[in-house]
């Protein structure tokens, strides 16, 4: 089975500091890869599909690049909306294989 | 505008069984593939299984670590969707969400059950 590793677990940042997640898998997704955004209590929304297309309504401060197993999702200017954990996922095309976690919380 | 509530969530003895619903709004369902998502008490996401549409064959995929205890089914003339677990074990203790999948992600995501395993 695959493996989704994200980096790092836990982020300190600031009001309107360039943030980068990274997620890396452990074979091949095929670019089938999407981060959501979970805030405590609440479902998961996602943010960005196939590593780099930007889900309808999503503020353009986020951003998703990489390709085969490497892949970066960057907030360009944080704010206080965006502390949260992300998620990044991968679909093999019969399953889904989420990775840990990153939590984005106030420096 | 898509929305998914589900029910069914409760306090359920180890060995025991429960089924879980989403009632979904808003959607063409009958044509919609289905999946249910789960996330442990401060933990993280985790994929549970899924249902195609019956124009797809109506086939089921689970997780390994519930396949053989989880059954994933669908009503369409009710716009519902199914999760009846069996065998329940405390490690299942999780909120679980259902969620629409659009290609390779879930679009669409309920609020969530509560099943909570405990004797």
Known sequence: ???MTQSPS???????????ITCRASQNTNNWLAWYQQKPGKAPKVLIYEASTLETGVPSRFSGSGSGTEFTLTISSLQPDDFATYYCQ????YSWTFGQGTRVEIK | EVYLVE?????VQPGG????SCATFGLSFSQTWMSWVRQAPGKGLEWVGRIKSKSAGGTTDYASPVKGRFTISRDDSKNT???Q?????TDDTALYFCATEYYTFHNHWGQGALVTVSS
């Not at chain 1, 836990?10 to 980068?20: E, M, Q």
């Not at chain 1, 991968?90 to 095309?93: Q, V």
């Open chain 1, 90 to 93: 991968h679909y093999n095309g």
């Open chain 2, 17 to 20: 069984s429960l089924r879980l």
């Open chain 2, 81 to 83: 969707l199914y999760l």
């Open chain 1, 1 to 3: 089975d695959i493996q």
């Open chain 1, 10 to 20: 836990i982020l300190s940042a600031s009001v309107g500091d360039k943030v980068t």
């Open chain 2, 7 to 11: 029910s069914g969530g409760g306090l």
């Open chain 2, 85 to 89: 677990i069996d065998s329940l074990r």
